[in-house]
């Protein structure tokens, strides 16, 4: 019986299905089956080999079922995706009377996890807590990393706070937690009391802090960890890897992101994926359509996020036919599921290129109800192409879905104002009066010796406002030499051309390049960040500005990177 178990606990951890299946048998023939040592082996066993049933089959067919019989069953549908098998064992485990154990509790709110079921969760939670195994560092991670992944960040706090003894997992799951709800600057903190306290690093918890470095676009920050990270021996990881690819791009340095990329002699479709978008994020087009090939050539398949990220490239170039056929490449590949997210990407690329009716007659062949962000797409796109009576109906469709969203109503306004409607215009603001939405204020931010400067239209609260004033009159004066016209057309309100002129002038992205000018040594690149979409006469100014100076503009705004050099844009001027 001993050296059977030591084969069977052999093919477990090999991975040995077949061999595995001829010990079974010998088990059978023995009559060892009735041992319940032997049959939590072969449930093990069958588990590790992603065959559930047959470890049901087994576990079923138990006399007598010790709490290791119940806690391999939960763990073995659990770690394949059977969720809602593992809380339906869990229910009969209690059902039954069984005592649980950590190991019980730990492995089906995981389950919990992947369902997003909060409810079960919290029972769970309050019966951890009647057991007294809250405090276990297994049972207080798994109920911190489904709150955490419910959007309960809070209450994820709460428990990670209350845990006496916190493991390396630990740390990684609030790390990923406040990531994955948007709380960048939080999980920066974090780590830094993680490393304050001597917490060791992880590959885990270096991906998520990297992150969120991308997502607020801090190069220094970024490059820091890359030093960390090579001293820590973790460059060959490849989600390691994919956000140091994804921290360069979103920081403007696509140079380095490609740079590194080249460098990795192995890639998984995560790094290909992440090179992508980061050329899509800089309108280099071509680049993201090579790479693209060339997976396809070295046998790497693309996912869903590889598709989207192309259908992305597509809408920012205005490449519709294009944009057709790596949809219709989407729709014949049997390996992807197409989801909601590849028909909003598509509905961009017909709207962005004027075929507004076609991506109307899309939203309604899809098979998904059309998301808010599909309709905000659209009515962005009747904006540009001047369709307002399409831009009509998907305005009252987002103010159903979202009706706290005050952006939603100033875009309406703007059809109505781009095509000289004020009484509309008057009727759509009045509307976002009585609504009680709230709209974003445009903010540009720049940054100068380690201090971040916030710029918004009309600024004058900035130290060196006087300067700034001064340096952005002198540029529209050498601007003026270029024959530039101001392009009073993208100033929405109803007055004279003048005073159109003027309030285009004080635009947030015009100061924070002229504090640029004034702060920035002139061999640097001067890297503007911005919240919302830049307007097309801030647009030509940069072109024109980088022209007369000689350097070069990077500005991020709410799409995507545009990068200023000898008169042009990166851009192409579609974007």
């Known amino acids: 019986m001993f050296a059977l178990h030591e084969l069977l606990q052999l093919c477990a951890k090999r991975r040995s299905l077949l061999v595995g299946k001829s010990c079974h048998g010998l088990a059978i023939h023995f009559g060892m089956v009735t041992d319940t040592v032997t049959c939590n082996i072969l449930i093990n066993l069958y588990t590790k080999c992603g065959r559930n049933d047959c470890a049901r089959h087994v576990f079923d067919a138990m006399i007598t079922r010790s709490i290791v019989s119940w806690n391999t069953m939960i763990a073995g549908y659990t770690q394949s995706g059977e969720d809602v098998e593992a809380l339906k064992l869990f229910q009969r485990m209690q059902r039954e009377g069984r005592q649980l154990t950590k190991f019980t509790l730990s492995s089906t709110i ?27 560092s297994f049972v207080g991670t798994a109920i911190l990393d489904v709150y955490a992944k419910c959007n309960m960040i809070k209450d994820a ?69 890359h030093a960390v990270i090579v001293k820590c021996g973790f460059h060959g990881n490849f989600f390691v890897a994919a956000s140091l690819v ?60 590889t598709y989207l990220s192309m259908l992305s490239v597509c809408s920012h170039a205005g490449l519709v036919e294009e944009g057709r056929h790596y949809f219709n490449l989407l729709m014949s590949d049997r390996t992807v599921e197409p989801n909601v997210l590849h028909y909003s990407c598509m509905v961009d690329v017909l709207g962005r290129s004027g075929k507004t009716d076609e991506a109307w ?36 469709q987002l103010f159903q879905l979202e009706p706290d969203n005050g952006g939603n109503h100033v875009l309406l306004s703007n059809v109505y104002a781009a095509s000289g409607n004020w009484e509309n215009v008057l009727m759509a603001r009045k509307y976002l009066k009585d609504s009680g939405a709230k709209k974003e204020m445009g903010r540009s931010w720049i940054e100068a010796k380690g201090k971040i400067h916030v710029f918004v239209v009309g600024e004058r609260k900035h130290p060196a406002i006087t300067d700034i004033y001064n340096k952005l009159e002198e540029i529209y004066h050498d601007v003026r030499k270029f024959a530039h016209m101001t392009k009073i057309e993208c100033d929405l309100h109803d007055v004279h051309d003048d005073q159109k002129e003027e309030l285009l002038k004080h635009h947030s992205e015009k100061l924070a390049l002229a504090f640029g000018l004034i702060s920035l040594p002139p061999n640097i690149p001067i890297i503007i960040h911005k919240n919302l979409r830049i307007c097309g006469d801030c647009h030509s100014f940069m072109k024109v500005v980088a022209h007369i100076t000689e350097r070069l503009f990077i500005v991020r705004d709410a799409n995507r990177f545009h990068h200023f050099k000898d008169g042009s844009c990166s851009c192409g001027d579609f974007w």
């Open 246 to 305: 994804d921290v360069y791009a979103r920081c403007g340095q696509i140079e380095n992101s490609y740079a590194l990329f080249a460098y990795m002699e192995q890639k998984n479709v995560v790094i290909w994926n992440a090179m992508i978008a980061g050329f899509s994020r800089h309108a280099r087009s071509w680049e993201s359509m090579i790479l693209f090939e060339k997976m396809h050539q070295l046998g790497i398949f693309p996912n869903e996020v």
């Open 361 to 396: 007659e899309l939203l309604h062949k899809m098979p998904f109800e059309p998301t808010a962000s599909m309709w905000g797409s659209l009515l962005g796109s009747c904006r540009n192409y001047n369709n307002s009576g399409l831009a009509r109906i998907a305005a009252e």
């Open 157 to 225: 706090c709460w428990v990670f706070e209350k845990m006496p003894d916190k493991t390396l997992v630990t740390w990684s799951s609030l790390f990923a937690g406040y990531v994955q709800n948007g709380l960048h600057e939080e999980a920066l903190c974090l780590f830094r009391n993680a490393q304050r306290e001597g917490v060791k690093l992880t590959e885990f918890t270096l991906s998520a802090i990297i992150s969120a470095c991308a997502s607020l676009a801090l190069k220094i920050e970024g490059t820091q960890l």
């Open 110 to 136: 995981c389950a919990c996890a992947a369902k997003y079921a909060i409810n079960e969760c919290k029972q769970l939670h309050a019966i951890a807590i009647k057991l007294a195994l809250d405090s276990n």
